[in-house]
């Protein structure tokens, strides 16, 4: 398994952007895929974004053309940029890795509030 360690959470007024970045403890150029989790109390797990080892992205609805995954390789790190928040993206974000299937690896998570 790969180990995950996300930063970049807080608190921002609606409108607003984050950053969300997970290091990753090996090399990410040959994992699968990367992507951010998000979860809610009472809800279930939301794939928010994915990124491929060939760069194929996929978004969930509710975040397209706001939110946007990418990766740096030569640093092991993945990225969330959110922008124009909404009070509902407001959750624990999770880092995940996927080295050949599903994903298998997941990072502490980071919270993220947005204020109406």
């Known amino acids: 398994q790969v180990q995950l360690v996300e930063s970049g959470g807080g608190l921002v007024q609606a409108g607003g952007s984050l950053r969300l970045s997970c290091a990753a403890s090996?090399?990410?150029?040959?994992?699968?895929?990367m992507g951010w989790y998000r979860q809610t109390p009472g809800k279930q797990h939301e794939l928010v974004a994915r990124?491929?080892?060939?760069?194929?992205?996929n978004y969930a609805d509710s975040v397209k053309g706001r939110f946007t995954i990418s990766r740096d390789n030569a640093k092991n790190t993945v990225y969330l940029q959110m922008n124009s928040l909404k009070p509902e993206d407001t959750a624990t974000y999770y880092c995940?890795?996927?080295?050949?299937?599903?994903?298998?690896?997941w990072g502490q998570g980071t919270q993220v509030t947005v204020s109406s």
């Open positions: 995940a890795a996927a080295k050949w299937g599903p994903f298998d690896s």
């Open positions: 090996q090399s990410i150029f040959g994992i699968a895929a």
């Open positions: 990124m491929t080892t060939g760069g194929s992205t």
